[in-house]
């Protein structure tokens, strides 16, 4: 039986390998790279160079053109490179072609975020929802792993060991995958419970990209001990904590940040533990505006809340991390009134843009956070009047 996970070791020196396919610019790609670039920090492994090729579509044999393979088979022979990681996912055989030809380990950008949510996860019920997606991962890559083994012996209308090995692993996974998928819907059923048992409070769910800050404003909100890391997926499991301002109690919810290209089958197993964003009576969307691509991120999350069906709740967009923006943005030497002008049409576009509901805060210098008090406040008593007309002292 193959293991269903290798651990990527500490310091490991890497390459990165991405592809401009049609329809995607050199700039569109680099953004990707330099976000894998983060997730193998994240995961302990340091990105000595980036490799990436102009193609239509990936090679089906090794995903980059026979040059290009060869460049960085010499490159990771001279560097003594320890790990090859693509940006997209590869096929059991690609993954096999390639690692043969380099003579490197190679994983692709899927089992890296698999690798990462497996050292992340905590709880039982994460564990099993990272385990699960593993082996759903393996399960179609089981004959390309195999394909060494296919070729020992065995000739017309005969059944080599390959397949027979290939038949057992195929074999042990779908049972693996049964045993784990009835595992997580009784801690389902049980979370399900438990969220029952809350009552009839407000929901508010902190959602947004990976690493824009949600923990750090859970933490201000709920003024409990929440871990919040300048890494990716530091959250994994979903935190909730009865919060009151002003006599007026709600349930906040911070979950697991998303990210581009998330595995499908690491959405599919997590939805359990994202039914606080289902259940929840108000999004509060948390936006890094430091980042680049900040608008591009704001798609991605909004995407995957179409996934989950929870799109279209209300929802309050933060702004978050302004301090960062404004230092990036402002030459040291404009004048105040430019600064001003500039930040009011910043203000502008997204008060037009979601009617309403942007707010621009700092988490980490305070910046703002009274407002963003007073404006989630606003929303919770006016969700709780529509749920509970009847009741008028409520708070």
Not at 41 to 65: C, M, N, S, W
Not at 91 to 96: A, P, V
Not at 295 to 300: C, G, L, P, T
Request: proline content about 2%; overall charge neutral; some cysteine.
């Amino acid at each position: 039986m193959i293991e269903n996970k290798n651990i990527i070791q500490k310091d490991v020196r890497a390459v990165l390998v991405g592809l401009i396919q049609k329809n995607q610019t050199e700039t569109q790609l680099m953004e990707f790279l330099d976000e894998l670039s983060f997730l193998a920090l994240t995961a302990g492994a340091i990105t000595e160079k980036i490799f990436f090729q102009k193609l239509p579509h990936p090679d089906k044999r090794t995903y980059v053109g026979k040059g290009k393979l060869e460049e960085i088979t010499t490159y990771c022979k001279i560097h003594q490179i320890e790990l090859i990681i693509f940006d997209d996912e590869l096929s059991g055989s690609q993954l096999s072609n390639i690692e043969k030809e380099t003579g490197v380990k190679t994983i692709d950008r899927s089992d890296l975020i698999l690798d990462i949510f497996a050292r992340r996860a905590k709880t039982a019920q994460a564990k099993t929802q990272v385990e699960l997606a593993q082996y759903q991962y393996i399960l179609p890559r089981l004959r390309g792993m195999w394909t060494h083994l296919e070729r020992q012996g065995g000739g017309i209308g005969s059944r080599g060991p390959g397949e027979t090995e290939i038949e057992t692993d195929r074999r042990i996974v779908k049972d693996k995958i049964s045993l784990l998928r009835k595992r997580l819907a009784e801690i389902d059923k049980q979370a399900t419970t438990q969220r029952k048992e809350r009552g009839e409070f407000i929901r508010a769910s902190l959602v947004g990209y990976t690493n824009v800050g949600k923990s750090s404003i859970m933490r201000i909100l709920s003024k409990a001990d929440v871990f919040a890391e300048d890494k990716l997926f530091a959250t994994l499991d979903t935190t909730t904590r009865k919060v009151v301002f002003d006599r007026t109690p709600f349930l906040l919810s911070d979950t697991v940040g998303f990210i581009r290209k998330l595995p499908h089958h690491l959405v599919e197993s997590f939805k359990s533990t994202l039914d606080e964003v289902r259940e929840a009576d108000i999004l509060l969307h948390v936006i890094d505006i430091s980042h680049p691509q900040y608008e591009d991120q704001i798609a991605v999350v909004n995407k995957t809340l179409q996934e989950l069906d929870a799109f279209d709740k209300p929802t309050l967009l933060i702004f978050n991390k302004m301090d960062k923006y404004i230092e990036q943005t402002f030459d040291e030497w404009l004048d105040e009134g430019t600064r001003k002008d500039l930040l009011n049409q910043l203000y502008r576009k997204w008060d037009n843009l979601t009617h309403g509901n942007a707010i621009f805060i700092s988490a980490t210098e305070k910046m703002n956070i009274e407002r963003f008090r007073e404006e989630l406040l606003d929303r919770i008593r006016k969700l709780y009047e529509e749920r509970y007309p009847y009741l008028t002292n409520f708070y």
